[in-house]
């Protein structure tokens, strides 16, 4: 279909007529993202090209170069990194002539000019880009004092894009560019200068220059200039701006932008941007009740209206108006919200989450309010992305109260992030949920708990960066740890979650089979299923990071509780089977071996002991086959422990199985299995048995 088509759009640009030209440059922007073949994208350049280079024959109206702007914009983004490195010479002067005021008078066609420069230098490999910036900024800044108003936002937009994508090579250019675009944005604070019309220019200059702030690798030369743009932020009157006008969504951006950059030294700024930052995480993106199936939103509708439906274009224009989206939610109910005000909350998730990793206790006086926000988003948002990093978000809070050395307020936060993560978890039992989002949940629960229970004493108060698993576990008396309520209710919980993944998986292996014998099966599908596969293990694995967590943090309390006895314990001795999967059985078998050492061996309960290592002795033995390494490598440290603690389970069987393990041809062994052998030889020296 394309040559064909192409082969019009070429007979329509050689014709004299300039609605030919334009309509002939309009398709092409539409069918350039569909051209595969690089000899037709080649053509369709050089077609482009004469419309705007000023070194052309023709003299085409302005409708038809803004045309042939546009259509280079496209072009830039869908044949990149081609056409940069082979056409740069051609294309960046032909658009830098047309930014020019005395060459294209036309603002409109200045304005698509810089903003298709910005687009093509912004993929253009660095080497080359390097060698256009000084005309290329030169360029913007002239931009900035012609206007108007659509010139000036595409030249700030043109500057944010260059400093963005070319941040070594920016510091020479600094000087120059920051004190214009300072002086936007305090010519526009100016009462008489504040309009609706403004707002979007004031946020496109404060982009601009935080964008700077991060682009310079000498942090001093800008920290006046954060200075005085948090102070004009300071100034700014938000009680006026609509609560969906997009000037706040860039103000945050700039906020987090300036805190990269700043560290520390933003702690000051705190109190200004926080309650902003409370009060954008707390809107309500649900804008009401979608209509119903006869206004035009029928069953089927998702992202686009159903061709089918006789749809009311007054309606949907009134919702165009109102910044708004129609979805289906969690229930299965159909809703509008505010796409807005959803990038708003976002955006102010993502910059507390920033703020929190960053500074930390200095987080302390905000995290009650901001926590209220969090558990509001975890709870009812539909937008998984935004629920995972609301999660991080709030896991990170438990650690700015534990680094403010507030113990109770530590177990106070702690119950609050369990109760939130909890509930996405318990979710999932019920119905199929994202499996980032219940990894996330996972993951942050374990980070949470590490939190609360490390001693910070030993870090310097500017240590912020140090990761989760760098933080050694240091438990005394003082450490905050889950109650035997908290632990039983939490295990209970993931027990729900295991075996709601083990369902999905089950699910998914029998739809597999079954389109496979309908011949339905295809690449397609099997890449999509080997994707679910890798997120299911990647959340098995991480659960049991966390049961290990759990299990070390609180072992003196475990065998008490009624979920490690009658959940847990079964249902890991039942995954250890032959018959389930490798993944389930590394699973079981690596929360068992820290029962194992931590609860079960101290144990007192003698009927107990018994009973699970007459099940669990057999099974372990199984395990012990070198065909699954890791699962192998679980076992024998059971052996091990077993060996050590209570070496009358070793029975003889136990003893060849390490045995064959250990003499094993060396030959055939891998670095891994090296490993196991070590370990083996030690459990066979700790039972008596050095050699044949």
Do not use: W
């Given at each position: 279909m394309i040559p064909s088509t192409f082969s019009r759009i070429h007979t329509l640009l050689n014709t004299p007529s300039s609605l030919h030209h334009h309509a002939a440059l309009c398709s092409l922007s539409c069918t350039s993202h569909y051209m595969t073949d690089a000899q037709t994208r080649e053509q369709a350049i050089s077609a482009t090209l004469p419309f705007f280079c000023p070194t052309s024959s023709l003299n085409p109206s302005p409708q038809v170069t803004f045309a042939a702007i546009e259509c280079i914009s496209v072009m830039s983004e869908s044949f990149t990194p081609r056409i940069q490195e082979t056409h740069h010479k051609q294309i960046i002067p032909a658009l830098l002539h047309h930014t020019s005021k005395a060459s294209s008078p036309a603002a409109r066609i200045r304005a698509a000019a810089i903003s298709s420069l910005s687009t093509f230098i912004e993929l253009t490999p660095t080497p080359v880009a390097n060698s256009y910036l000084e005309s290329i900024l030169g360029r913007l800044v002239t931009a900035i004092s012609e206007g108007p108003i659509i010139v000036v936002e595409s030249a700030i937009t043109g500057i944010a894009s260059v400093a963005s994508s070319n941040r070594s090579n920016f510091d020479s250019y600094y000087p120059a560019i920051a004190p214009i675009l300072k002086n936007v944005l305090?010519?526009?604070?100016?009462?008489?200068?504040?309009?609706?019309?403004t707002y979007l220019l004031r946020g496109k200059a404060l982009e601009a220059l935080s964008?700077?702030?991060?682009?310079?690798?000498?942090?001093?030369?800008?920290?006046?200039d954060m200075t005085a743009v948090m102070s004009a932020t300071a100034s700014f009157d938000l009680t006026t701006i609509a609560p969906d006008d997009p000037f706040r969504t860039y103000l945050i951006k700039c906020w987090t932008r300036i805190a990269y950059t700043a560290k520390l030294a933003f702690t000051p700024y705190l109190p200004l941007i926080m309650p902003e930052l409370i009060r954008c995480m707390s809107l309500d993106v649900e804008t009401g009740q979608a209509p119903d199936a006869k206004d035009g939103y029928g069953e089927d509708y998702d992202d686009e209206f159903d061709e089918e439906d006789d749809y009311d274009d007054e309606a949907e224009d009134d919702l165009s108006d109102y910044n708004v989206s129609t979805i289906t939610n969690r229930n299965g109910s159909r809703i509008t919200i505010s796409t807005s005000a959803l990038e708003e909350q976002a955006a102010a998730v993502h910059t507390t989450l920033f703020l929190c990793e960053s500074l930390q206790h200095h987080m302390y006086p905000y995290v009650e309010e901001t926590s209220k926000a969090l558990t509001q988003i975890i709870s009812s948002s539909f937008h998984d992305d935004l629920v995972a990093?609301?999660?991080?978000?709030?896991?990170?809070?438990?650690?700015?109260v534990a680094r403010s050395n507030q113990r109770q307020g530590v177990r106070t936060i702690l119950e609050l992030f369990l109760q939130a993560a909890t509930s996405i978890l318990q979710n999932s039992e019920d119905k199929d949920g994202s499996v980032e989002t219940i990894s996330c949940a996972v993951n942050g629960i374990q980070h949470a708990l590490i939190y609360a229970a490390f001693d910070y004493g030993s870090l310097a108060l500017g240590d912020y960066e140090t990761d989760v698993t760098q933080l050694?576990?240091?438990?005394?008396?003082?450490?905050?740890?889950?109650?035997?309520?908290?632990?039983?209710?939490?295990t209970s919980v993931l027990i729900g979650t295991f075996d709601a993944t083990?369902?999905?998986?089950?699910?998914?292996?029998?739809?597999?089979?079954?389109?496979?014998?309908?011949?339905?099966?295809?690449?397609?599908?099997?890449?999509?299923?080997?994707?679910?596969?890798?997120?299911?293990?990647?959340?098995i694995s991480i659960m049991t990071t966390l049961f290990s967590t759990i299990i070390e943090m609180h072992s003196s309390i475990l065998l008490s509780l009624p979920s490690i006895k009658t959940e847990l314990i079964p249902?890991?001795?039942?995954?250890?089977?032959?018959?389930f999967s490798a993944v389930q059985r590394r699973f079981s078998l690596t929360i068992l071996v820290n029962l194992l050492e931590s609860s079960i061996v101290p144990c007192q309960d003698v009927g107990f002991k018994q009973s699970f290592f007459s099940e669990f002795s057999p099974l372990l033995k199984v395990c012990l086959d070198p065909a699954d390494l890791e699962l192998c490598k679980v076992a024998v440290e059971a052996s091990y422990i077993m060996a050590i603690h209570v070496p009358a389970i070793v029975d003889d069987e136990l003893?060849?199985?390490?045995?064959?393990?250990?003499?094993?041809a060396p030959e055939s062994?891998?670095?891994?299995?090296?490993?196991?052998?070590r370990e083996a030889s030690s459990a066979l020296k700790e039972s008596g048995l050095h050699s044949l």
């Open positions: 305090s010519s526009l604070s100016i009462p008489s200068a504040v309009t609706p019309e964008l700077l702030f991060v682009a310079v690798s000498d942090k001093s030369i800008c920290a006046d990093y609301s999660i991080t978000t709030f896991s990170e809070l438990v650690r700015c050694v576990l240091a438990f005394s008396e003082s450490s905050v740890t889950l109650t035997a309520q908290q632990v039983d209710f939490l083990l369902q999905r998986i089950a699910v998914r292996v029998a739809e597999a089979k079954c389109s496979t014998a309908m011949g339905d099966y295809d690449n397609h599908a099997a890449e999509i299923d080997r994707s679910a596969e890798e997120d299911d293990s990647e959340l249902a890991a001795l039942e995954y250890i089977n032959p018959h003893k060849l199985k390490l045995l064959s393990i250990v003499n094993q062994s891998s670095k891994m299995f090296q490993i196991v052998q």
